[in-house]
């Protein structure tokens, strides 16, 4: 943001304020550097001439629907426009060709219904009022073009709860409405990537402090259409599913819904898998939370098995699923103690004995066998294999590794399935891919987690900076349009930090892994 230079005693201005972010006010005096503000709150303030920022008293009530249209282009003046028009429920704004959404948290079907389909299928962008249906349609129009088609990308970003999710869906389903066919037979392609959803969302999505359906991975939905631009496959890829949360999960978030759902599937189910209520299974019961207001885990059961038959996935395979998830359960409660040896250890008692039967039987292998590869080591030199037992402690870790593989590999396979059954489209020449993948994150204790999702982040914003300001800018030079160079935050150094290699953090870190292992 550059210095405004022309501000002078009584001039509307913004100023920082720890409350509302921005507070705007009048320049009652200029000493130095300094101005003294008087509030509209009714605070007199003095802050650096070089932090205040001009106040555009001409803007419209209602604000503009495109930010470029401000006089100012300023944090406080952007973030003035996008309230001003929240306050109207209008959530959608442009930046140019960017579209900036504003969670509502409330339902709004006036806005997303058939009828307004309609009317963004065609429009030239910025005829009508700002909504992802037009991006969507961008992107569409794109491939339409003869001689000229072009694949394109949609990258939803934001932070946790801020709707990336919703957005999402929002664009498949406006894309499935422009390429989609009528179905004359089983499921459509588009009914099955919608379908998808569901089911992902049961396995990949968790409460959290910020969002009570917060997905714990990224993923990208590739489309793919044929010449006649219709929907013709589709591939979903995903990255980073958080394993840690399996094992751990603390007040008030929850583990993955889909544990808390089989908790709640029809008696039999239930009984079938051995299971009881989510408070006596430990990799649940280290949050009190086990309930979202407004949600019925046993209707959410019915519906992610529906989801599964749709997508595809067989009667057989979703008790395979099921029986893992509840293999899961039953795998957290095996306790152990100290064994006779030094540094062994044993099964706690008669209820871990009956948690460790259960999970053989579950996961249909042998128990001996798994309560050996949970209490012993196995190293395999040239020369021998050696077995040595763990401590309690540390067949604890070996016992939370195992479900956060098992876990983390049946999130994949649901993957690979849902991929399989979708179908892709060898011969598609085009696609509009859609990404969401989860932002920026910042708890009180932050872990190796939010490192990676931080990272990927910050990978973003580059990519970002490339196209819209680096790019642009080339463009201008090309064309020779006459422009002031525009001053961004380039995140670079950020990125060499990390990925740089000799010498940045992650080729630190696996120098030291290295020297580990050794
Ligand atoms: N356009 C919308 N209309 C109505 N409600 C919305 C909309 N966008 C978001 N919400 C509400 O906000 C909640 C959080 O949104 P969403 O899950 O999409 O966030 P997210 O950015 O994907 O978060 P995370 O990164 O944690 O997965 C939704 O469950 C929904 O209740």
């Given at each position: 943001m550059a210095t405004p230079v022309?501000?002078?005693?009584?001039s509307h201005v913004w100023v920082e304020d720890p409350d509302e972010a921005w507070i705007d006010g009048q320049v009652t005096k200029i000493t130095g550097k300094d101005a003294q503000i008087q509030t509209t709150n009714g605070k007199t303030v003095t802050e650096k001439l070089s932090k205040i920022y001009p106040k555009?008293?001409?803007?419209?009530p209602g604000g503009?629907?495109?930010?470029?249209?401000?006089s100012y282009l300023h944090e406080p003046g952007v973030l003035q426009n996008l309230k001003t028009r929240y306050e109207l429920n209008e959530i959608y704004t442009y930046t140019g060709n960017i579209l900036i959404a504003i969670n509502p948290f409330q339902r709004l079907p006036h806005i997303y219904g058939s009828h307004m389909m309609q009317q963004y299928k065609g429009a030239p962008f910025g005829e009508l009022s700002p909504h992802v249906f037009a991006v969507a349609d961008v992107a569409y129009r794109f491939l339409a073009m003869i001689n000229e088609s072009k694949s394109n990308s949609i990258l939803v970003s934001g932070e946790s709860g801020a709707g990336k999710t919703e957005t999402t869906k929002m664009l498949m389903r406006y894309l499935a409405f422009l390429g989609g066919r009528v179905a004359t037979e089983g499921r459509t392609v588009e009914q099955q990537v919608l379908e998808s959803n569901p089911v992902l969302e049961a396995f990949g999505n968790a409460k959290t402090v910020r969002n009570?359906?917060?997905?714990r991975f990224g993923k990208f939905v590739e489309i793919q259409f044929d010449k006649h631009g219709r929907i013709s496959g589709a591939a979903i890829r995903t990255y980073l599913?958080?394993?840690?949360?399996v094992c751990q999960v603390s007040d008030p978030e929850r583990n993955y819904h889909c544990f808390y759902l089989l908790c709640a599937a029809p008696a039999e189910e239930v009984e079938k898998y051995k299971l009881g209520k989510p408070q006596s299974y430990h990799y649940l019961n280290q949050s009190r939370c086990y309930e979202l207001v407004g949600v019925s885990d046993s209707h959410d059961y019915l519906a992610t098995r529906r989801a599964m038959d749709i997508v595809g996935i067989s009667e057989k395979e979703q008790e395979a699923i099921f029986r893992v998830v509840a293999a899961i359960l039953h795998l957290g409660n095996i306790v152990f103690a100290k064994g006779k040896e030094v540094d062994s250890s044993v099964l706690k008692d008669d209820q871990a004995k009956f948690h460790l039967n259960t999970t053989a039987e579950l996961l249909m292998c042998d128990v001996k066998a798994l309560e050996d590869a949970l209490c012993k080591r196995v190293m395999v030199t040239p020369e021998e294999v050696i077995k040595r037992s763990l401590d309690p402690q540390s067949a604890t870790v070996s016992r939370d590794g195992l479900a956060k593989t098992l876990y983390s590999r049946l999130f994949d396979w649901l993957v690979d399935k849902i991929n399989n059954s979708i179908g892709q489209d060898p011969n598609s020449n085009f696609l509009i891919g859609v990404l969401d993948i989860y932002g920026f994150e910042s708890f009180k204790a932050n872990s190796f987690e939010q490192f990676c999702i931080n990272f990927t982040n910050e990978k973003l914003q580059q990519h970002f900076n490339q196209h819209v300001f680096k790019m642009e800018q080339e463009e201008y030079t090309k064309e020779k349009i006459n422009w002031s160079y525009i001053e961004f935050v380039d995140n670079q150094d950020v990125l060499d930090l990390i990925?740089?290699?000799?010498?940045?953090i992650v080729a630190l870190l696996d120098e030291a892994w290295y020297n580990i292992v050794l």
């Open positions: 022309n501000i002078i005693v009584g555009d008293l001409e803007a419209p503009v629907d495109d930010m470029t249209k401000l009570n359906n917060s997905s599913l958080e394993r840690s949360r990925e740089k290699k000799p010498g940045g």
